[in-house]
Each structure stands twice: as C-alpha cells, then as structure tokens.
C-alpha cells in the first residue's frame, strides 16, 4: 500500500518503555484488594479474581520468561490513536520473552473470537493470506491491523467458543482492548477461564477517546491525548479564521456521548468564548433557554465590544444531559409507540414538555419525532445540537434586539468533530504509552495474571519515569443498573465539577467569553523540541498536580 | 496573548530566502511583455504598466538602497496562511534597506486605506494603540495582524482618498495581498497613481488557498500548500477510521467555489475512492444523476467485496457545475423574483428543471426555494451538497437492490472542511514562500517598480535556488465579462483536464474507486526531516514537473 512520508519517517520511531522494561523486571505483589464500592456483591460474582493485589514491576537482574505458548489479542468498540502501538508492544514484549510464542489477532473485535476469525501478526510473513506484518502498523493510527468490533463478550456461549479456538491456536492469554464495557467483560471472561480450569489468562487494557474511563488507578484511557490534540488543532485553526474574519460565531460540536472530557480538554487547550459541560448542565438542572440565554448573553457583549465573533464548543451528548429534554425525549418515545400520527403525539406530552417542544426549531422538533430508529425511539445522535443552539440563539438575539440589549450581527456556522481524531496517527505520549501497556500486558501474561489491567502511571513524567503495574479488574468495579438489572460494572468516569480541570474551566471562563484570548495548538508534532512534542493533556497534568 | 507551546518554538524559525537576497543585488530587466490576450484593449487601459519587462534579482556586490519613505500593506479577501509571512517580509526587507521606513497596515482589508484606519507594524512597540509588534506575527496563520476585508478597490474616489492618507503618513509605495481580483485592482490602482504622479507605488502579492491565482508566471498562489495539508491530514484521518470501522460512506466537502484545485490536490495526498472535479462536469455536461449513479456503482461494486465503506471528495462549487442545476437555479432566481408561492412558481419551470428538481431530496428542494438572499436569488453556498449526494445515493441504491444490482449496507456521513485549513500556521514551504514574497515586495519598491506582482520561482527546488520575481500584472491579464461589462482582468485558472494533476487522478481514479488505496498524510510537520516537512504539494510538483 502506498504510504506518506510522514508514515514512512514516523515507522522508525523507537517508542519508550519504563525504566523496569530495559532490562531485567521483577514483580513486586501489593496488598489485597477491595473494590470501590458493593464489596460483597462483587465478591460473590467473581470469586476467583476478586481481591487480587495491585502489582508492579521493578528492575531486576533477569528478564521473566514466558511458557511455550500463544496469545490473542482483540480491539472492541471505538477506535482510538494508538491500539496498533499496543499490538506493537504486546508483540515486542512476547518475542522478548519467548521467541516462539506466536501472537493471533482476531478480527472484527470480540466476534472474531466467537467466529474464529483470526490472522497471525507476525515480523516475517510467509503468507500474506493468513499473516499481517507488525512493522507495516508500528506507530499508526486506526484499528485497521485486525479491525474492531462491538460485539459484547457476555454470554457462556461465547466463552466458550472461545476455548475452542484457543486450543485449537495454542493460545493461553487474551489480551483485550477496549473501553468499560469490554475491560468489565473481560474479566467477566477471566473469572470463567478461571473457574472452567482453562488456562487461559485475559488481560484488559485502558482505551477510549472520551476520557471516561479513569479512576485511582487508570490516569487516562489511550487515545485521549491524541484525539483531543487533533480536535484542539482544528478548534484554534478555526478560531484564528473567526478572529481574523471576526464575522463568524463557530459552534462545534466534539464527540463524546456520556462525557464531556474531550470538550473540556479542548477548552483547556484553545481557551474558547463558550464550553458547555454536559455534567454540570445535569447537576444544575440547566434548562435549555439558560443555555441559550448564557450563549446570546455572551454573543450580545461582545458584540457591544465590535467583537461579532467568536467560538462555541458543544458535547456530543448535550441534549440528554438537559433534564427538560431529557423528560421530552422520554414521553415522546411513549407516545410514539402507540401513536403514529405526530400532532396526536405532541398533543399528548406533559404541559412543561409540550412547552419544550414548541421552543424547537422546526427542522430540530422533525429530527426528534421523525427520525426514529427501529425500535421506535428518537435518535438522540442526529440532533445537530450545533445547528440546534444557532437557531436558538438568532432568535434570542433578535428579541434581545427588539428590547434594545443587543446591537450587532450575528451569524453562525456550524461543525462537527470526531472522525477526524479517532484513528490520528498516535502522539508520542499515546505511542510510548500505548506501546508500554502491550509490552507490559506480555509481562502480566509472564508473570501468569489474569484478570487484570494493564496500567502505566505516573505518566506526567518523562517516560523512564513510568511504573508499569497490573490493577484486578475487580478493585475498579461497583453495581449499576443497566438494561433494568444490576450489573456489576466499572464505573464510568464523567467530568466532577469539583476537579482540577473543571476548576480550571470555571475559573477562567468569564474572562474568555468576553475577550478573545483564543490559543492555537497547532498539529501535533513528532519530531520537534520535546516542550512541544511531550506535552500531556491539560487535564491530566492538571489531575495529577493536584494529587 | 497566552501561546501555545508551538507557536512559542515556532516564533523562532527563520524562513529561508531566494540566494538572491542573501547579499547584494542587482535587478535584471527581460524584453518587453504583452498581455496573454486582448493587447490592444489593455494597453489602452493601461498605459503607464502595459509592456513593462519581467525583472529578476541576482546576486550582485552590494545591497539595494530604499528611499526614505513609508510603506503600507493591505490584506484583500479570504484568510491564506502565510500573509503575516509576506508581510514579516516585507517588514524585514524595508529595514535591510532603509532603518528609518516604515511599514503601516491598512485595518480591515482595503476599506482601511479608504477609511484611514491603520497601525504601524514595528519590532519596536513603544505604544500597543498605534503599533503592532510583527514579532508576535512570525510564521502564524491567520489575517489577524491587521485583518482583512472584501471591499474592492475600484472608484477613483477611492484612489483619491488613499492618496490622501499616503501624503499624510509618507507613504510612497502600497503592496497588495489578495487573490486575482485583488491584484486587477492593485494594477489598476498603480496605473491611476501613475497617470496622477503621485509617486505612489503598488505592488500585488499572489493569495489563494482557492489555487486558482496560476498561470505561466505564477507557479502557486501562497496558502494552498498549507490548506491542502490539514486538509489532507483530517482526509486520512478520516480514511483511516473508515478503513477501521468499516461501516461508513464519508462525503467530503472541500471549499474551493470556482475551482476544484484543493479537491483535487487532496484526492492526489490522500487516494480517495472518488474525487468529483467540477470542471469536468461542467465540460462533459454531466448531470446530476449521472454523478449520482457513477457514486453508487462504486458502492456498490466495493460492497460486492464486502466493504461497505470509502470516501469521496466533492468540490464546494459542484452545484453550479451541473448544467441543468445552473438552469434550474437560474429559472428558479428568475420565477421566485416575481412568484412568492413556491409551488406556483416550480409549476411554471421548464420540463426539464421541473425533472430535476423533483429529483432532489426534499430538504435540499427547500433549500433552493426558502433560502434566498436579500436580492431574491438562490443561496448555493448554502446548499449542503454532501447531504445532498448521500441522500440521491441512497436513494438510487434501494432502486439498484430492488434489481438485484446492489447487495450491502450504505450509512453516508457529511463533513465540510473549509475554515479548517484557511487560518492554520504555514508550513514550511508557505512560511518561506511567504516570506520570500514579502522580502521580494520589498526589493520592487526599492527598484521603484509599480503595477508589478512579487513573484518567487522554481518553487519545487529547495529555497536557496528560487528565483525572485518581479511581472508586470498587466502581462497576466485579458478582458472578461463581468457584471455585464468588459473588464481587464487577471484569467482565474480552473482545473485543465489536461493538465498533469487532473491526468494524474485520471490515470487511477477507477483503481481507487473499487479497492481501498488510501494514504494517510498526517499533520503539518514543521521539525522533522526535510522530506517530510518540505514537500511541495503534488499540483505544483506535477505541474513543474510537466513544463
């Protein structure tokens, strides 16, 4: 395939491992442990991977050795920069340890495993129909190596086609990448590995542009920093148009559906006029007019300044953090359940609903009722919030106008953020980072763990600096309902109001939606002076400091 | 201003320059020109600047000496990255020549010179409401340093008024940045001050990401390096993602209005499955379904292989392209001036516009009916001809399924990239070339050249063999219509379809409509090595490459 030269130069980057990986390691076993919350539930589900201790390695005088086996190794859900670096890594570390150990890559995420659908990754191919070659993928973006799936591991079934194959293969470890869902089932499978006397082990590691899995011990799921980081290019890119023009209010929308952690990154990265936070829109029970209200406010005093531009940033998942809306979308999935004519339905919603509805505009209130998917409820992800909050506030404006607070022009344009980041060729914190979590997934194999996730931390430091450790799965669980059961669940990690990259927002927030003091990034940079190059993200520089 | 870490270690790089400029020079005048058509027409007009030589710099003993006077600078039009390089430049050249010249920059494109709104630009700051620290402008993108404007140079009692304020601040020559319009004004603005021996010299610079600023003398237009890069960098993201995810149609929107030279560019980076060129469906008299149907057997021909995913890169101005969507439009522009009721107005099109319109997706007819601007007429640029070719394609694939012609999924997302690209820090060849320009403008003024455009050549050799330029912009210029009226002006130059760029995507067009060949260009990179961050962009390395 042909390839850029970008790609071509970036191949040969090196990417960093902690200090414990460059010669011999050691593993040093912690305490035992408890999981943050529903101890006794947790317990019960999964009896033999619960309580196992925090591990980490330390330099030692020999490497560890691996047995004369296999392992597998699958990508499940949203692709993020750097899972090929973890692939990369995972291989690495395998070969470091037994050079006949062979790595199977599933295809198409956890289905691969069930349909036995697999390729070997491999330095040397021999058949391409069969092998990929790892070097073609070191340091790239995308998860196209093996594909990705979302395909959820939950059922015994699976588990045990599973076993199958990796009899079949020779396999005795699954390492599996992915967010929440997929670590959780991944130590559901452990645990069943466990209890059935497979042999096999499984291993999860931490990954997801939102941001939302991290806790005590998970600092950043892979693929945030780059993710963000390409957002933020664009964002500062637009907003030097927007300052330059200054007849544009730009109102973009970034990806992320449950959290708003890449929204506020990038605020923290480009310092716009405006960023919602879905988090604090629910905990304030904001109401949609107050955000309109707040966003015209901010557009009226500027524009009383000669400043008729500026730039909006939206998370995806706004709409369903509005309580109002939230309430709408509800009744109005009741109503047309059982009612197919749309007037009949809005006839129908609740008085404060109803209220909702009308303030719509006419081109949003179709998506909400028109646009259904086929289990008859609204499809939330259509709504162009972006093109939403424009509509809204040209028409506050206008009556702000009519009352004489409001003098000046106001036209807007919309964007969306999201493909373009998710399969960006990894930053060097996501390569190093990512290829460390693969390289250190082959040790937790080594060392015979399962049930763990693979974790790097102290990652605000300078690579050698690192400590690669292993966490049970089970320390970061608690009980949620899901689907009208109690699951047990890793819980997700959303933006807190009281956290130091939040603070930071609210602290500067006034300031930057009445004057322009837009940052611009710029694309990441591979090769360039390390201030410019290693940078963290702001949120977890910020998080960490404030450890 | 709070600076991003990139832009603080970019502030530093010094742009490189023709090795004319590195010592001493000497100006070299050529033969006498004439207009590439029209002779007669312009000479007249033109009587002062029509026939001048095309002049070069060469490396000589000593340094050219500058008056002791002023120089002002305008930016005219649509941002470009690389215009606070091309007046760094400038900046830099004036003070190698004359320590007391000023530079000030005319507010707010060329109604700043009308309405005498300026600031000086100094490396000196003694006083932020009146001066500008250029320092702080160095290799950034964006107009910002003094903004830019669309008011056209055209009235002598706009001449006249900027006479005034040169008079005042001791301005003696003006340089212009803008785009082909731009420069016809600058000329005719050089031309005016010289029948009224003001002593006033003009010079026009080459702006365009649009890449339509071409011809025998201008290799490229300044800003469409850069464009085309982040452009081409969110492209392959996105390829990248879709190549992963396997589950999505990406239709791309590139802006470029009159021209596909950016498409164009960015399907030769990135190797998208299709690349819609509106100069040839202008040419071949496409029709829309014929776009439609062209884009849908390549659906489906890639489903047939069982992928259900590629990318196609449409041209902004597409919609004007289609012959019988500019007739329609017209009927349309013409109908609605005088009928406010939509459908009485479509009921008296034309058969074959009525045809046409019944086939566009009901929002997009809205779109064309609702929308209009203050003087009646359709708003094309509103047209969202992403959604518009995902809808018509979906459409013509249920009809290709019915006939057993189609086996697959299509789920088609809309992108626009346009302010993106516009505002983003040049590269290094659009920081050098800008700054070249500049320092170039500079060296004209010092030789008391007026009417002439700074131009830089032998672009795709590395900067130490540029040749430094000065045309004659009268040379570049026929007479079009406009407005109804015969006008001199600079000839726009669209995609040739036997050009060597156009050739290029012909000659593997139907390879990378059905398999996935896609590159991945990755950001801007401003320290890595040469042959990553000093590529030209392939329209210009084909186009040299060809002469």
């Not at 076993?29 to 019960?44: F, R």
């Not at 109503?335 to 339905?345: F, T, Y």
């Not at 093109?387 to 009519?402: D, G, Q, Y």
């Not at 699951?487 to 930071?504: C, Q, S, T, Y």
Request: with cysteine.
């Amino acid at each position: 395939m042909a390839k850029s030269a970008l790609q071509i130069a970036r191949a040969a980057y090196q990417p960093k491992l902690p200090k414990a990986f460059k010669g011999g390691v050691a593993l040093k076993e912690g305490k035992a442990t408890e999981s943050v919350a529903n101890q006794a539930e947790i317990k019960e589900l999964f009896p033999n991977t619960y309580g196992m201790p925090v591990v980490t390695f330390e330099e030692a005088a020999a490497k560890l050795s691996m047995g004369d086996f296999n392992v597998g190794v699958i990508l499940s859900g949203g692709q993020a920069p750097g899972g090929h670096n973890v692939i990369s890594g995972l291989f690495d570390g395998i070969k470091s340890m037994n050079k006949n150990g062979k790595l199977y890559g599933f295809l198409g995420g956890p289905s691969g495993l069930i349909d036995h659908q697999y390729m070997e990754i491999t330095d040397k191919v021999t058949d391409a129909k069969t092998q990929i070659d790892i070097n073609e993928y070191r340091n790239t973006g995308g998860f196209d190596i093996i594909g990705s799936g979302r395909t959820k591991l939950e059922e015994t079934a699976q588990f045990d086609k599973g076993i199958e194959i990796c009899n079949k293969l020779g396999i005795k470890a699954l390492v599996i990448i992915g967010g929440d869902d997929s670590n959780t089932n991944a130590c559901v499978l452990a645990e069943y590995y466990l209890q059935k006397k497979t042999g096999i082990q499984v291993i999860g590691c931490p990954k997801t542009i939102d941001g939302d899995l991290k806790n005590s011990q998970i600092e950043t799921s892979f693929g945030f920093d780059t993710a963000c980081k390409v957002y933020s290019e664009v964002i500062g890119n637009i907003m030097r148009d927007a300052n330059s023009a200054k007849k544009y209010w730009h109102f973009i929308k970034l990806m992320g559906r449950s959290a708003s952690h890449i929204a506020l990154e990038c605020a923290l990265q480009t310092q716009p006029n405006i960023c919602i936070v879905s988090e604090e829109v629910e905990q304030k029970k904001m109401t949609l007019s107050q955000i309109v209200n707040s966003i015209a406010d901010a557009v009226a005093a500027r524009a009383a300044q000669g400043n008729n531009f500026g730039v909006v940033l939206i998370p995806e998942g706004l709409i369903e953090f509005i309580p109002e809306m939230n309430v709408l979308i509800k009744e109005l999935n009741d109503l047309l359940a059982v009612e197919s004519d749309v007037k009949a339905a809005v006839a129908k919603l609740s008085a404060n609903s109803k209220s909702v509805y009308e303030s719509l505009p006419e081109a949003i209130a179709k998506q909400l009722t028109l646009e259904r998917d086929p289990h008859g409820n609204v499809q939330v992800s259509l709504i162009e919030t972006e093109k939403l909050l424009i509509e809204m506030v040209k028409t506050r404006l206008a009556a702000m106008k009519a009352e004489g607070k409001y003098v000046g022009k106001f036209s807007g344009l919309g964007h969306f953020f999201g493909y373009e980041g998710r399969c960006a060729a990894p930053s060097n914190f996501d390569a190093d980072y990512c290829y460390s979590l693969g390289y250190n997934a082959a040790n937790l194999i080594a060392s015979g763990k399962s049930g763990y996730m693979s974790l790097i931390k102290n990652t605000t430091k300078s690579s050698d600096q690192w400590i690669a450790a292993g966490v049970p799965i089970t320390m970061m669980m608690n009980m949620e309902k899901r689907h009208g059961a109690m699951k047990p669940v890793i819980r997700k990690a959303l933006v807190e109001l009281d956290g130091a990259p939040f603070k930071e927002l609210e602290k500067n927030r006034a300031e930057w939606a009445i004057n322009t003091c837009f940052v611009y990034p710029g694309p990441i940079q591979y090769f360039g002076p390390s201030e410019v190059c290693d940078l963290p993200t702001k949120t977890l520089a910020l998080e960490q400091a404030a450890k």
